[in-house]
T-cell receptor, first 113, second 108 residues
Framework: DVKVTQSSRYLVKRTGEKVFLECVQDMDHENMFWYRQDPGLGLRLIYFSYDVKMKEKGDIPEGYSVSREKKERFSLILESASTNQTSMYLC????????????FGQGTRLTVV | EDQVTQSPEALRLQEGESSSLNCSYTVSGLRGLFWYRQDPGKGPEFLFTLYSAGEEKEKERLKATLTKKESFLHITAPKPEDSATYLCAVSNDYKLSFGAGTTVTVRA
């Protein structure tokens, strides 16, 4: 089965720190996504990538950037962490261009203090 | 902009009490509608894909249906292990947009 692995389950960072969230998938999928999940708001798309070195903004890209140097790895970067970025972050890998059958990592719960 | 609205926000059921969850959507060029299940502290897990109005999919006690404007997830004779948050998503080309989810609690 497809495995999507996020580097940390829990992170606590200070305001202003640069934060890296790493995601690795093992099935050679082209499409990868970063979401954040907040109570009552569901999953909101931050960035996605459909190929190596390609990236597209999602619905809430402000304050974030991404990097995809290799096909299997998609990193989310918080340039200067702020308290309103405290959230659950979920990485997903998509099996085909029709979308939908996404495989998710276990999530990273980030707290910015 | 794609919009996905799920109702109700929360649903409390007695074991064996069947019910339905609603997902209404607005999307240009729908590629597919998807249902996911999410357990606390875990990432969402894929359940179903529906591509066209009239399509139905079933898995154990779950049945998903699709019309041109909404989808329903029917839970028949639920058990406590069906307790979870159920998420609906729509796909428009590469982008996958989610609703806020319905949290289902099934009491024994």
């Amino acid at each position: 089965d497809v495995k999507v692995t996020q580097s940390s389950r829990y992170l606590v960072k200070r305001t202003g720190e640069k934060v890296f969230l790493e995601c690795v998938q093992d099935m050679d999928h082209e499409n990868m996504f970063w979401y954040r999940q907040d109570p009552g708001l569901g999953l909101r798309l931050i960035y996605f990538s459909y190929d190596v070195k390609m990236k597209e903004k999602g619905d809430i890209p402000e304050g974030y950037s991404v990097s995809r140097e290799k096909k299997e790895r998609f990193s989310l970067i918080l340039e200067s962490a702020s308290t309103n970025q405290t959230s659950m972050y979920l990485c997903a890998s998509l099996v085909d261009r029709a979308g939908g059958k996404a495989f998710f990592g276990q999530g990273t719960r980030l707290t910015v203090v | 902009e794609d919009q996905v609205t799920q109702s109700p926000e929360a649903l409390r059921l007695q074991e064996g009490e069947s019910s339905s969850l609603n997902c209404s959507y607005t999307v240009s060029g729908l590629r597919g509608l998807f249902w996911y299940r999410q357990d606390p502290g875990k990432g969402p897990e894929f359940l179903f894909t529906l591509y066209s109005a009239g399509e139905e999919k079933e898995k154990e006690r779950l049945k998903a249906t699709l019309t041109k404007k909404e989808s329903f997830l029917h839970i028949t004779a639920p058990k406590p292990e069906d307790s979870a948050t159920y998420l609906c998503a729509v796909s428009n080309d590469y982008k996958l947009s989610f609703g806020a989810g319905t949290t289902v609690t099934v009491r024994a």
